[in-house]
């Protein structure tokens, strides 16, 4: 999925397609999200001193990352695909049209990959 979304992304640069841009970006965004892992103080590596919670020497904050399944990638493209969805609804309520039928576009892009 994630080559998809960036081939696409590409393309959609390529054609000067902001909406697709936006919401392709936004959905590679939240699948490098979804794959951090929570920092976690590593054994054997010193504090520093002037940043709480920093690690000093060099690698010593390297953590691998998680590698999200298909099914947790699509998880996560819905979740985006939700959110546009509901932020049109709200913009409408609101009589924000533009940005409505802005937010709804974006969620079309998305629901290609779901």
Known sequence: M???LRADLTAAMKAKDRIAVSALRSALAAIDDAETVPAAP???VEA???VAGAAAGIGAA?????????E???AVVAREH???VAAAMT???LGRNQDAGRARAEADVLARYL
Do not use: C, I
Request: net charge neutral.
């Open 72 to 74: 947790e990638m699509r």
């Open 91 to 93: 913009y409408a309520e």
């Open 82 to 84: 939700r959110e546009r």
């Open 42 to 44: 590593q054994p054997g």
């Open 48 to 50: 520093s001193e002037h």
């Open 2 to 4: 994630r080559a998809a």
């Open 62 to 70: 390297d953590v691998a990352r998680k590698q999200l399944t298909e």
